[in-house]
């Protein structure tokens, strides 16, 4: 363990009170759990070239029939659904983490869009969405000229 010299002129940032804060309640009640699972969700990638964004969503264990995407202005939404296996085992299950439901996600676009040129593919459990530029937003170089 490193010691650190208290200053107290230094700045407090709220992430480090945060942090101070959990290490001081696992210390006292521990994690007897385990690591506490977040909210069923989804992780996305967002990335912008100039004639479009392109999202791009991991979705294992959901059918291409269980996801909805849809746009309305500079609101694109992804709606999804992993459903339980009803499966019949002999056995009995010990632990059950993995997460099932229903999920949504919603991205606000900076550019204005061409809403009727979405594309949206599905392979290999992971979602692309391509948004085309509205031509007014794309960016576009202009030539200077020597006057």
Known sequence: MTLIRWNPARPVRMQDVHDEMDRLIEG?????????AEP?????DVEETPEAYVLRADLPGVTQKDVKVTIAGDTL???????????QRKGSVHRSERLYGAFERTFTLADPVRADQVEATYKD????IRVPKAEEARVREIEVKVG
């Open 28 to 36: 006292f009640l521990g994690r007897p759990f385990g690591p506490v």
């Open 40 to 44: 069923f969700s989804i992780p996305v």
């Open 77 to 87: 939404t992804l709606r999804a659904e992993r459903k339980r296996e009803t499966e």
């Open 125 to 128: 459990g992971v979602l692309e």
